[in-house]
């Protein structure tokens, strides 16, 4: 029973619950550059992650991102472009969107 809750314990301690990942620059193939930036890391949910960085000093510092200017970092509000629609069902999330069921 020790080592279930030793091996536990380790495994929630060396999973990281909210990491950013840093993304190198890089060229797509149709030639467009992409600026190294820091983005969310991964997950199934839409309403914690940054959103488009509309400066270039949110390339580097993505938790001040706000899109809507309510005062709330786009990754703790769960309405990031203030349309009623919860971000997780929101078929434009920045933008001119919608209520999606899927």
Do not use: E
């Amino acid at each position: 029973m020790k080592r279930v809750l030793t091996a536990l314990l380790l495994t929630l301690v060396a999973t990281p619950a909210f990491t950013d990942t840093y993304v190198k620059g890089y060229t797509r193939k149709d030639g467009t550059y992409v600026r190294p930036h820091v983005r969310s890391s991964p997950d199934s949910s839409l309403s914690n992650n940054y959103g488009p960085s509309q400066n270039s000093s949110q390339l580097m510092n993505p938790r001040s991102r706000d899109y809507d200017n309510d005062g709330t970092p786009n990754y703790l509000d769960n309405n990031d472009d203030n349309d009623s629609f919860h971000d997780n069902q929101d078929s434009s999330q920045y933008g001119m969107g919608g209520y999606t069921r899927n």
